[in-house]
């Protein structure tokens, strides 16, 4: 006796038959071109059948949005509770491409050295100011000197005392060479002597003098001389550049103070006197000042132009009178032919 065929479809529940039926009309999925050119090569090759190496990973499949109606050309949703029926076949990753052997590095080019100057600190920064300023003071010192002293006519013969050192007359040069300042000159009776300090100052020095030459007034700052005579007589007149600046001649008994002017100065046993040819000095016993009147009073005694001063040694009080005409005439010649000398030294 046969059974009866039981129906395949008793069992199935509704939401089962439904599945069944969207799985019959669901196609067979096609092989991609690359699943089909690898099972040739494997043909090919005699390797077909062989087991394939598992991916090195796999992607989860996503699982489908829930939407609201079924997608154009689709199967419409399927529950959650369903086993997935849509399950996405592996596609195998294609091989990537061999890396290109890159060219080799060129070396590195060493790095230029720059040289730059260290940042100077508070010691050494206060260090170069001072080396500075000592610069600055230096090329003042040396720059502010007064014009050097020329030998400019030589009269009469004998010997020049040039600090004990007895030189003849006629060697101008070697003469020439002893006039700096601080030297001492004695000159006999039988010679006298020229000489100028650049545009400055100019001097006679009368035979029998015994003096010490002195520095010309600085140039720019300090414009401040002093000159030492012990006996005799000189004249001395001042050039265009002098202006600004002051020379002070000191004698055994008088000291004047010469700011721009032409004069002479004539040591005497009795005293020292003082004509003034042009412009105007001051005049005073030397360490006891004499008065406007030459009585004391601790002031200098000017002597103007056209006038001469006489300090006594024995300690009279000192006077005052007309120039004498003779040392008028002997002044004015002098003034005529030095000053146009230092005018051209001016121009040079």
Same mark, same amino acid.
């Given at each position: 006796?046969?059974?009866?065929?039981?129906?395949?479809?008793?069992?199935?529940?509704?939401?089962?038959?439904?599945?069944?039926? *969207?799985?019959?009309?669901?196609? $067979?999925?096609?092989?991609?071109?690359?699943?089909?050119?690898?099972?040739?090569?494997?043909?090919? $090759?005699?390797?077909?059948?062989?087991?394939?190496?598992?991916?090195?990973?796999?992607?989860?499949?996503?699982?489908?949005?829930?939407?609201?109606?079924?997608?154009?050309?689709?199967?419409?949703?399927?529950?959650?509770?369903?086993?997935?029926?849509?399950?996405?076949?592996?596609?195998?990753?294609?091989?990537?491409?061999?890396?290109?052997?890159?060219?080799?590095?060129?070396?590195?080019?060493?790095?230029?050295?720059?040289?730059?100057?260290?940042?100077?600190?508070?010691?050494?920064?206060?260090?170069?100011?001072?080396?500075?300023?000592?610069?600055?003071?230096?090329?003042?010192?040396?720059?502010?000197?007064?014009?050097?002293?020329?030998?400019?006519?030589?009269?009469?013969?004998?010997?020049?005392? $040039?600090?004990?050192?007895?030189?003849?007359?006629?060697?101008?040069?070697?003469?020439?060479?002893?006039?700096?300042?601080?030297?001492?000159?004695?000159?006999?009776?039988?010679?006298?002597?020229?000489?100028?300090?650049?545009?400055?100052?100019?001097?006679?020095? *009368?035979?029998?003098?015994?003096?010490?030459?002195?520095?010309?007034?600085?140039?720019?700052?300090?414009?401040?001389?002093?000159?030492?005579?012990?006996?005799?007589?000189?004249?001395?007149?001042?050039?265009?550049?002098?202006?600004?600046?002051?020379?002070? *001649?000191?004698?055994?008994? $008088?000291?004047?103070?010469?700011?721009?002017?032409?004069?002479?100065?004539?040591?005497?046993?009795?005293?020292?006197?003082?004509?003034?040819?042009?412009?105007?000095?001051?005049?005073?016993?030397?360490?006891?000042?004499?008065?406007?009147?030459?009585?004391?009073?601790?002031?200098?005694?000017?002597?103007?132009?056209?006038?001469?001063?006489?300090?006594?040694?024995?300690?009279?009080?000192?006077?005052?009178?007309?120039?004498?005409?003779?040392?008028?005439?002997a002044l004015a010649k002098f003034r005529a032919l030095r000053?146009?000398?230092?005018?051209?030294?001016?121009r040079k």
């Amino acid at each position: 006796m046969t059974e009866p065929q039981r129906d395949p479809d008793i069992d199935l529940t509704n939401e089962a038959k439904r599945a069944r039926d *969207l799985l019959k009309r669901l196609e $067979a999925p096609r092989a991609d071109g690359g699943f089909r050119a690898r099972l040739k090569e494997e043909f090919v $090759a005699g390797s077909f059948g062989e087991p394939l190496e598992a991916p090195a990973r796999s992607t989860p499949m996503r699982k489908a949005e829930p939407t609201d109606g079924p997608r154009r050309g689709g199967i419409g949703p399927i529950p959650d509770d369903e086993p997935d029926l849509a399950r996405q076949h592996p596609r195998p990753r294609p091989a990537r491409p061999e890396p290109r052997s890159r060219p080799a590095a060129r070396p590195a080019a060493p790095p230029r050295r720059m040289f730059r100057f260290p940042k100077p600190t508070r010691p050494r920064f206060a260090a170069v100011l001072a080396a500075a300023a000592a610069i600055t003071v230096a090329f003042g010192i040396v720059g502010n000197r007064g014009p050097q002293w020329r030998l400019l006519n030589v009269t009469g013969t004998g010997y020049v005392q $040039a600090d004990g050192e007895a030189i003849p007359i006629e060697r101008l040069n070697l003469l020439a060479e002893r006039l700096h300042p601080g030297v001492e000159i004695v000159l006999p009776a039988t010679a006298s002597i020229d000489m100028a300090a650049g545009s400055d100052l100019a001097m006679e020095i *009368l035979p029998g003098t015994s003096f010490t030459i002195p520095p010309a007034p600085p140039r720019w700052f300090l414009r401040h001389s002093e000159l030492y005579a012990r006996g005799g007589e000189m004249r001395v007149t001042t050039g265009p550049t002098f202006q600004g600046a002051k020379l002070e *001649l000191h004698t055994p008994d $008088a000291m004047v103070q010469v700011t721009g002017t032409t004069l002479a100065v004539i040591m005497e046993p009795t005293g020292t006197c003082v004509c003034v040819l042009e412009g105007e000095v001051m005049m005073g016993a030397r360490g006891v000042s004499a008065g406007p009147e030459g009585s004391g009073g601790g002031s200098m005694m000017p002597i103007t132009s056209g006038h001469r001063g006489y300090v006594f040694r024995d300690g009279r009080d000192p006077a005052r009178a007309d120039i004498r005409p003779t040392e008028m005439v002997a002044l004015a010649k002098f003034r005529a032919l030095r000053y146009e000398l230092l005018e051209e030294m001016t121009r040079k």
